[in-house]
């Protein structure tokens, strides 16, 4: 079993990402145990970025990344590019050896029709710089978001189900290659 931490790059309780990563979550417990970490951390700042000064928050995230065999990001698209919240938890982990050459996964969601895909590269880039093991050629782009889960927080799409579990085994073949 792949032991995945998922920083979901929204807040929000209710968000379209936070009810991908759950999808994601549920769907594929016979070959993830995902953690979605919570990354409601401090804004990153290099004079608390000590074993002695570092808030208790970061810390206890940085041995999540740590402790994880592979990484999921999930990003809302906010002006043209990932999340503030989400880059932020990045810049923090990017400080520790926790993400280099570690497999990941990138994807992305909006209400519109790009699916995010503005947030998706911004995020991919950022992650190639670590540089990180992202997964190539298996995007998950998920357009119109708001339309496609029910009132209980249920994928509801059946084109996007079969795609995603397709991407979870490829993953997982990736995963085998890398690791």
Known sequence: MIKVAMLVGS???DSSSLKLGKYIQNAHRDKFDIEIVDINLPHYNGDFDTPDTRPK??????????NA???FF????????TSGVLKNAIDWA????YLANKPGLIAAQSMGMT???RGFLSLHSILNR???RILPGNDILLAASHTKFDENGNLNDEGTVKFINMVMDNFVEYYN???
């Open 115 to 117: 699916g995010g895909a």
């Open 94 to 97: 990017s400080r520790s050896p």
């Open 69 to 71: 065999d592979a990484v």
């Open 57 to 66: 928050a970061v810390t206890e995230f940085l041995e999540t990344m740590k």
């Open 74 to 81: 999930i990003t809302p698209e906010y002006n043209n590019s």
């Open 130 to 132: 670590l540089p990180m």
């Open 11 to 13: 807040l929000r309780k």
């Open 177 to 179: 290659k890398v690791k």
